[in-house]
Every structure is written in C-alpha cells, then in structure tokens.
C-alpha cells in the first residue's frame, strides 16, 4: 500500500443543466487495494459522483464545477472516458448495460477493446473471468438479452474486468437481485480485490451488504458526505443503524 491514495476525490461540486446542484463538495479517497462503498439513498449523489470520477457527465449536461479529482496523484478530470480506461479505471454502469444482442461472451470481448495485447492474452483472461464466474461460461453462446438479471451484472463486470482495470466503479450492484444473488455477486467482487488486487469503489444503496464486504464507507446525504470511517466502525455507529441499517 502506498501512501498517495489511488483515487482522490477533492471537493467537488456538480452542477446539471448549469443550474442545478448535485454535488456540494464531495471529498473521498479510494485507497490502493480496497473496496470502498459509497452509501446512501436514492438521490444523494452516488452515481453522480461515479460519473463525475469518469467523466461521463457531459452526456448528461452536467458539469464539475469546483474541486478536483486525481488518480495516483495526477488530475484525471480532463481526460475521456477511454483515457481513463487506459489509465486502468473503468466504471460497471447501474442497471447493467450489456449488448444485449450479442452473446455473453461477444459482450465480455467488447471489454478488451483498448488493449493492444495479443489474442492469447486476450484469451487467457477470458478464462480468468469464466474462472470468477462460472456461470457465464456455462452461458457463453447466450443472448446477453435472455440471460437473468444476475447474469447481466456478472457479464458487466466481467466486461469491465476484460480491460485489466486496477480500480472498478461499481454502482449500485445489488440493484433488483435477490439477496442471494447479492451475496455471490459481492463475494466475487471481494475475491477479485483480494486475489487480483482490483481497488473497488461500489455505490450502494444496500448499506447493510455493503458495510460487511468493504473495508471503508462514505454516506452521502444530499451532495454531502455526512459520515465516514472504517466499514466496521460504521455498522456499528447508532446513527448508521438507526437510519441506514433499519431491521435488517
Ligand atoms: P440513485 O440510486 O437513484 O441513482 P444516486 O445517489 O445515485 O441515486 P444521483 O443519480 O447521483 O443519485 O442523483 C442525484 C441528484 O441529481 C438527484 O436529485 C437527481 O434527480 C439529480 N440528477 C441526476 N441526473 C440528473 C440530470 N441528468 N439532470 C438533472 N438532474 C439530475
């Protein structure tokens, strides 16, 4: 571990449409080798703060408007999507997007398009990920399309892992799965950030299965971090139960 953060999040504010403010000065650090979640409900700025990281705004007419953002201590903001894929940083989008038209395993090669490697390599990563997630190799040849909920997020990230990335943003992977379904999606990503060293940072609303597969958490509360600290000392604070971990 390293003491720049790999990630480093500095007081950003978002604005959409020019007029409307998302983020009100956001601060994070993703640090190298860790799953870092970000908490809180629907709105808080989760996912603007993902696209923000890999400036996927613009498309939305959004903007970061103050603060800054740098990976390994070089400021990011500037660069395109792809530039920061190169740079090892890739983002698995809410609600999936896979191809849907292509086959599973159509969809994962799509995810080696910025590399320059071989088709061994290529190849040999392939299996890689059918090692991680077994279920996709049994549904290669399929339709993205008619693959279950839980396959679609297994092939977006095995997509997003078919780029090398060092760091994956993950938003919201728990979205309309069943809780068993959560549970093996979240134990891979642990193993991959434990066997293959891949940092995470995962937005999610879920903050009871987030706060027992990361290491740390930010709760965000209307553009505003309100709560940090270590995942264990979250799951813990009275406030946190209280109004993010409910009965459950
Ligand atoms: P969710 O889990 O619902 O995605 P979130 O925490 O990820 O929640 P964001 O999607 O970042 O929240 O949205 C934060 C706020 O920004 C919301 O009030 C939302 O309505 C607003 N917002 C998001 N996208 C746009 C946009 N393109 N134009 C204007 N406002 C937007």
Redesign the pocket.
Known sequence: KTATPLLEVNNIEVI??HV?L?LKGVSLKVPDGGITALL?G???????TLKAISNLLKS???EVTKGSILYRGERVQDLDPSALVKRGVIQVM?GRHCFEHLTVEENLLTGAYTRRESGAKIAEDLEMVYAYFPRLKERRKSQAGYTSGGEQQMCAIGRALMSRPETILLD?PSMGLAPQLVEEIFGIVKSLNENEGVSFLL?E?NTNVALRFAHYGYI?ESGRVVMDGPAAALRENPDVKEFYLGMS
């Open positions: 959409y449409n409307i998302v809180g629907n709105g808080a700025g989760k996912t603007t939305e007419r959004g809410e919201e937005a609303q965000l």
